[in-house]
């Protein structure tokens, strides 16, 4: 006769079988592939109220065991259709993002291996990938040799990291031990980045003890630049105010125009007054890996980071953000903690990621990246970047000729911003616009979004996914002459 708990055991603990896992899974994959090949099933963005996917599953949790399958049909009718869906190819606002082939079968691997790369001997494989495939990317949009990589989720965080390394490098600050709070002899720090810089970086000013009022924002030019000589003026005006400014947030590819700072010029000044430079080239930094388009490296190669996103423009599955560094040892100066429990024998000679932010547990997403680049090729990627960008050449070559639209940006990479203009006088432009922008997007056959340039409303539209074609564009320009006649 069994004990109590024998006699109470379930019949199945632990794992679910597992040919049941590979029965479901094939389903899945098949799922996956038709639709990536038949997007047009789903409109891009879904006809759904606030509440309605909730609406429709159990408030509760379920007692006892379902299916894979039955809950796969909830995903299919259920989830699926409540979907922004960005991997859409008439997916264009914001940046586009593209789960290629080879990133879901490198996140489905991860998964499967479910690794923790915190420390060297966690995860040698998962440690030594990360290090060689950014040494890739680093090779392939010309940063030279002194530049080390790590890789965090987004691009707000590791220009988080960027700021929390300057803020280290100030000399006899002390803020890692000694904090900022409360202390009268901590002087007053100044951040500066252009009025069209990233929102990430005013958060990270807050994260940090710098504050918004650390954050001062340089003007910009016509093309929506930062005037590096507004930049010096600040700087030398700052000190003289009792300011200790301390770090310079460049962009190259600014998230409304995608315009591209004078980083050799600002480089110029950093080194002048001894301030950190981090380049925030999180969209534009892909478009480096074309010959051509090499320029909007220049003066980065000065820089003490940089951050380029994989997943906005090399066709990785969200979230990978690249970030690069020639002062590796300030960041990890800022960052590395190792309690007793973390300590191996391979500390001296192996680089532990642990030491390089404030995660300790770290996803292997450098595995998508590595299949990704090796699927398509460093030609490849080259190849299919310069057809986006001759899609948005294309694309504002029918806006400048067309007399009811006008552009509002130049168009440097693969982003339009532009606007209807009004048919009669006294009609607004700005509502005009945000009514086209509606009626477009309430179509379900494409997806994009807007900015404010000059305290003007402004459409954007950005290719990025790797399925986006010329027949998506073309699709996309008819549609809006079509709404905007509707509409006049």
């Not at 294309?394 to 940006?409: G, M, Q, T």
Request: glycine letters at 6%; hydrophobic letters at 45%; one cysteine or more.
């Amino acid at each position: 006769m069994g004990s109590d708990i024998e006699d109470s055991k379930p019949a199945q603990l632990g794992e679910i079988d597992l040919e049941n896992f590979r029965t479901c899974g094939y389903q899945i994959i098949d799922w996956i592939a038709e639709y990536l090949a038949h997007p047009e099933k789903f409109p891009v963005l879904p006809d759904v109220k606030p509440g309605a996917i909730r609406s429709q599953l159990p408030d509760v949790p379920p007692e006892h065991p379902e299916s894979l399958s039955a809950i796969f049909e909830d995903v299919r009718t259920i989830i699926a259709p409540g979907l922004t869906h960005w991997n859409h190819p008439a997916f264009m606002a914001y940046f586009g993002t593209t789960g290629s082939v080879p990133g879901i079968l490198g996140e489905l691997l991860a998964a499967a291996f479910n690794v923790n790369a915190m420390l060297w001997k966690t995860s040698p494989a998962a440690t030594e990938l990360e290090e060689l495939v950014l040494d890739w990317l680093r090779q392939m949009i010309g940063l030279p040799e002194g530049f080390s990589g790590i890789i965090y989720d987004t691009a707000s965080i590791s220009t988080m990291h960027a700021i929390a390394a300057a803020r280290e490098a100030v000399p006899g600050l002390n803020s890692r031990e000694l904090g900022l709070s409360g202390r009268p002899d901590a002087p007053r720090l100044r951040l500066y980045a252009s009025e069209q810089a990233h929102s990430s970086v005013e958060k990270a000013a807050i994260t940090l003890g710098i504050g918004q009022a650390g954050v001062r924002k340089i003007p910009v030019d016509e093309k929506f630049r930062m005037k590096s000589r507004a930049l010096e003026q600040a700087i030398i005006e700052d000190r003289n105010g009792g300011w200790t400014p301390f770090c310079v947030v460049a962009t190259v590819g600014t998230t409304s125009t995608t315009s591209v700072d004078p980083v050799d010029a600002i480089a110029d000044i950093c080194g002048k007054y001894g301030l950190w430079l981090h380049v925030d080239a999180a969209y534009g930094g892909a478009a480096a890996i074309l010959p051509e388009k090499r320029w909007i490296m220049e003066g980065c190669d000065r820089a003490d980071s940089l951050v380029v996103n994989p997943h906005k423009w090399i066709f990785t599955p969200s979230d990978l953000s690249a970030f690069f560094t020639q002062r590796l040892d300030v960041l990890k100066k800022a960052f590395s903690l190792v309690p007793e429990y973390l300590k191996t024998e391979d500390d001296q000679s192996a680089r532990n990621l642990m030491d390089y932010g404030v995660q300790l547990g770290r996803r292997f997403r450098a595995l998508k990246l590595w299949m990704i680049i090796r699927t398509y090729g460093w030609r490849g990627i080259e190849d299919r970047i310069r057809e986006h960008i001759r899609l948005a050449q294309l694309f504002r070559d029918w806006v400048k000729e067309d007399p009811a639209f006008e552009l509002l940006a130049p168009v440097l990479f693969s982003t339009v911003c532009f606007r209807a203009l009004p048919a009669r006088p006294g009609q607004d432009p700005d509502q005009l616009n945000q009514n086209l922008l509606n009626a477009v997007n309430a179509s379900g056959e494409v997806f994009l979004s807007h900015t404010r340039l000059h305290d003007r409303f402004a459409i954007r539209m950005a290719i990025g996914n790797i399925r986006t074609d010329e027949r998506v564009v073309r699709q996309t320009w008819e549609l809006l002459k079509k709404h905007l006649a509707a509409l006049l």
